[in-house]
T-cell receptor, first 113, second 114 residues
Framework: AQSVAQPEDQVNVAEGNPLTVKCTYS??????LFWYVQYPNRGLQFLLK??????LVKGSYGFEAEFNKSQTSFHLKKPSALVSDSALYFCAVREANDYKLSFGAGTTVTVRA | GAVVSQHPSRVICKSGTSVKIECRSL??????MFWYRQFPKQSLMLMATSNEGSKATYEQGVEKDKFLINHASLTLSTLTVTSAHPEDSSFYICSARVLAYEQYFGPGTRLTVT
């Protein structure tokens, strides 16, 4: 069975400050990890993914995430947050041999001006 | 890039009626599409996996006779909510599998049953 935990329901940061959204996962095999962002009443937009290779993954809109196998984590980061980054962020995982994604509960990010 | 559309974006229907939601892959062919349900401020719950030309695979606890899924072509999957009730009101999102790794999501359909 696979699962994802996003320990923080909300993250609040000031514009220009670093942003981190935490994610830990559990899978029985090699994980495929994803981050998505959702704006109100919209579908999910893909930000980045980790399949294999470098542990630091760079994605859209200046976001990056670091895969840490020993800590089973895949935290999303942005060095300098923008007000427009305010949204709902989902971490997702799937096993290498399964197409089904399991999503975390989501983290609401609020960036204040 | 891969674009997935959904129609309608919003629908209001009366209790007891049926509603059909379409999910289309606009610039690629999708052998597999997924249907999710999302309650306010909650995560996505996978309802079913839709494969072109075959019966959908439903997740545990999802009533297949209530949520009818048809994947008649490589670019279209439909979800029909039959005999809708207020508790079926939700945000329904589809996604299409692209290559081996990624799913691209539609913009979602807000269903309100009165």
């Amino acid at each position: 069975a696979q699962s994802v935990a996003q320990p923080e329901d909300q993250v609040n940061v000031a514009e220009g400050n670093p942003l981190t959204v935490k994610c830990t996962y559990s899978v029985s095999g090699n994980p495929y990890l994803f981050w998505y962002v959702q704006y109100p009443n919209r579908g999910l937009q893909f930000l980045l993914k980790y399949i294999t290779g470098d542990n630091l993954v760079k994605g859209s809109y200046g976001f990056e995430a670091e895969f840490n196998k020993s800590q089973t984590s895949f935290h999303l980061k942005k060095p300098s947050a923008l007000v427009s980054d305010s949204a709902l962020y989902f971490c997702a995982v799937r096993e290498a041999n399964d197409y089904k994604l399991s999503f975390g509960a989501g983290t609401t990010v609020t960036v204040r001006a | 890039g891969a674009v997935v559309s959904q129609h309608p974006s919003r629908v209001i229907c009366k209790s007891g009626t049926s509603v059909k939601i379409e999910c289309r892959s606009l610039d690629f062919q999708a052998t597999t599409m997924f249907w999710y349900r999302q309650f306010p401020k909650q995560s996505l719950m996978l309802m079913a996996t839709s494969n072109e030309g075959s019966k959908a695979t439903y997740e545990q606890g999802v009533e297949k006779d209530k949520f009818l899924i048809n994947h008649a072509s490589l670019t279209l999957s439909t979800l029909t909510v039959t005999s809708a009730h207020p508790e079926d009101s939700s945000f329904y999102i589809c996604s299409a599998r692209v290559l081996a790794y990624e799913q691209y999501f539609g913009p979602g359909t807000r269903l309100t049953v009165t």
